[in-house]
């Protein structure tokens, strides 16, 4: 099974900065990487699939970047709508899965 | 508006199955996969399987295999996921989803809260 490990697990950043996570699978998945959102009690929202499309609709201070085993999630300039945590997942193999989550504080 | 809508929160005790439904609106059900999440409390999602509602051809994750049936209901466009001989670590939020763009989930149901105790 392929195994999903994000950095950091906490982040704290401010109104306006610019953040990066980092999402590392334990082997190849190529580009086969997505990105959800998910705020408390809420259901995860799809941002990002083939580790660098964006969804229809999610705003483009949203990017991602990588393949192979190493991925980025960047937001270009954080707002207040943008805290929450952060998953990555994989869907180049059976079982898929997801790191353990990145989650993104006001600082 | 495309939408998942599942069933109501369950309380069950260790042993018991649990059935939870997830109906589907605003597009043709039989052309998307229907995966299932869970979310224990405080923990990463977890893949549980899918279904292929238009031939109800299913793969469920070895960790719940013997334990989880996914079905469907075409004329409903309702996917169900059952998951049997439940345990207290089985308590969790399970969402299902829809498969597209080669499997991401780009649109989730509102998560239905099971508790599995004593």
């Known amino acids: 099974d392929i195994q999903m490990t994000q950095s950091p697990s906490t982040l704290s950043a401010s109104v306006g900065d610019r953040v990066t996570i980092t999402c590392r699978a334990s082997?190849?998945?190529?580009?086969?990487l997505a990105w959800y959102q998910q705020k408390p009690g809420k259901a995860p929202k799809f941002l990002i699939y083939?580790?660098?499309s964006l969804e229809s609709g999610v705003p483009p201070r949203f990017s991602g970047s990588g393949s192979g085993t190493e991925f980025t999630l960047t937001i270009s300039s954080l707002q207040p709508d943008d805290f929450a945590t952060y998953y990555c997942q994989q869907y180049k193999s059976y079982p898929y899965s997801f790191g353990q989550g990145t989650k993104l504080e006001i600082k | 508006q495309v939408q998942l809508v599942q069933s109501g929160a369950e309380v069950k005790k260790p042993g018991a199955s649990v059935m939870v439904s997830c109906k589907a609106s605003?597009?043709?059900?039989?052309?998307?996969?229907m995966h299932w999440v869970r979310q224990a409390p405080g923990q990463r999602l977890e893949w549980m399987g899918w279904i292929n509602p238009d031939d109800a051809n299913t793969k469920y994750s070895q960790k719940f295999q013997g334990r989880v049936t996914i079905t469907r209901d075409t004329s409903a466009s309702t996917a169900y996921m059952e998951l049997s001989s439940l345990r207290p670590e089985d308590t969790a939020v399970y969402y299902c989803?829809?498969?597209?763009?080669?499997?991401?989930?780009?649109?989730w149901g509102q998560g239905t809260m099971v508790i599995v105790s004593s």
């Open positions: 605003g597009y043709m059900f039989t052309s998307y996969s």
């Open positions: 082997q190849s998945i190529t580009s086969w």
């Open positions: 989803a829809r498969g597209a763009r080669g499997d991401v989930f780009d649109i």
């Open positions: 083939k580790a660098s």
